[in-house]
């Protein structure tokens, strides 16, 4: 039941968007830009944004070699190209709209490990940054015959690494934190627990139900809907070509004297880690189980776990103690391809969601053309 009060000043909006991730947030933010006098609603499922987006390694990357190579494979390498400015652009976007400090940037750089049989990506690397050269000054990838040992890598397996100068780190929950923040100050509502059950368009704008423990079932009403709801789209959309992909990743409590510092890449991107201060994250290994990893549920495949922690003992940290902290789980969206889906899905609805694994890179530039799709 709700109050005069509650039907005056909390159901109706400009504009409506389900999801609070990266590209929610960034929508919301984006409209509030353009046009400040509007109303905009975000709604939340979880109490904290349910996707990847608070849930991912924290990489501030736009792909190694050996996964670029394989985008060029399937997608051309026209759209390869394309979707490598989204990321570039997009992180530029990010960085700009918080600032350094506020997502705790560092351009440690990226490496991607080269096990023997990597090797055509050393072979390839021209390749590469020739497709590179009109999105950045000077050429992203070098091989790197020293680090390996200085990083403590088990040199037997790992014969050299492939060195990515433009790539970084940030603080996810820092990123998230902040872009709420942003949000909130600029006048943008934000409501969580608020479980989406669908939604209705007609002549007149958008209905959008939910179902919450206190109120029952409810109605937001708006003018348009953006739907940012990423891997669990599926649940509101039923005709878009999209599957959740399941990221397990750990975190180990602090290591003295760790000896390396920036985001590293093996395997065609399936698996990252990276340092964080003085801990190692580490998440991936999606490609060993994809039927089961093909999920929406929140839960650690340990086949995948074990094989995180065989490859720590025996590539990554072989000669050094450790403990695992904690693991977790995050859901990301695939297609057949990495390209997103940005859409106008109806006369009021727009869709931004299957960010394949680059949500950090991607998430503020697609938010940003959400907004001029809406507006």
């Keep these: ?25 960034s929508t919301a933010i984006s409209i509030k830009e353009k046009q400040p006098d509007t109303s905009v ?36 390498r026209d759209q390869a190209l394309a979707l490598v400015m989204e990321r570039y652009l997009g992180l530029i976007k990010l960085r700009e709209r918080l600032g350094d400090e506020k997502i705790d940037y560092h351009n440690y750089g990226g490496y991607e490990l080269i096990r023997e ?34 990083f403590g890598f088990n040199t037997d397996m790992v014969k050299t690494l492939i060195y990515s100068r433009y790539e970084g780190q940030i603080d996810t929950g820092r990123m998230m934190k902040n872009l709420v923040h942003l949000a909130q100050s600029l006048g943008v509502c934000i409501l969580t627990g608020a479980i989406v059950e669908g939604f209705e368009e007609d002549d007149k704008g958008i209905r959008v139900m ?14 348009k809907l953006a739907i940012c709801t990423n891997a669990f789209t599926s649940q ?49 290994g999606r490609n060993l189980d994809y039927e089961k990893e093909t999920t929406t549920r929140f ?18 940290l072989p000669d ?6 904690q693991t977790w789980a995050g859901i990301m969206a695939f297609g057949k391809n990495k390209q997103p889906v940005l859409k106008q899905y109806s006369e009021r609805i727009c869709l931004g969601v299957r960010l394949g694994g680059m949500g ?8 940003h053309k959400l907004a001029e799709m809406m507006i």
């Design 210 to 223: 939910v179902s919450d423990q206190v109120y029952g079932s409810l109605a937001f009403k708006g003018q």
């Design 117 to 150: 049989q990597d090797w055509y990506c050393v072979d390839e690397i021209e390749k590469v940054n020739d497709l590179l050269a009109d999105v950045f000054d000077t050429k992203p990838f070098e091989v790197d015959n020293k680090s390996s040992k200085k």
């Design 360 to 367: 950090v890179a991607i998430g503020s530039r697609m938010g």
């Design 236 to 284: 509101l959309v039923k005709d878009l070509e999209l599957v959740p992909g399941r990221g397990i990743v750990l975190v180990t409590k602090p290591i003295p004297n760790l000896k390396f510092k920036g985001v590293f890449h093996c395997e065609r991107g399936y698996y990252y880690f990276r340092n964080f201060e003085n801990r190692v994250i580490f998440g991936g």
């Design 320 to 325: 050094t103690p450790y403990i695992i902290d």
């Design 299 to 316: 839960e650690i495949n340990e086949r995948i776990l074990n094989e995180l922690k065989h490859q720590l003992n025996e590539i990554i």
């Design 41 to 76: 609603l975000v709604l939340e499922r979880g109490l904290l944004p349910s996707g990847a987006s608070t849930k991912n390694a924290g990489f501030a990357c736009f792909g190694s070699v050996s996964e670029l190579l394989e985008d060029i494979k399937v997608m051309g």
């Design 1 to 25: 039941m709700l109050s005069f009060w509650e039907n005056q000043s909390f159901i109706e909006y400009d504009h409506i968007i389900i999801g609070s991730g990266i590209v929610g947030l």
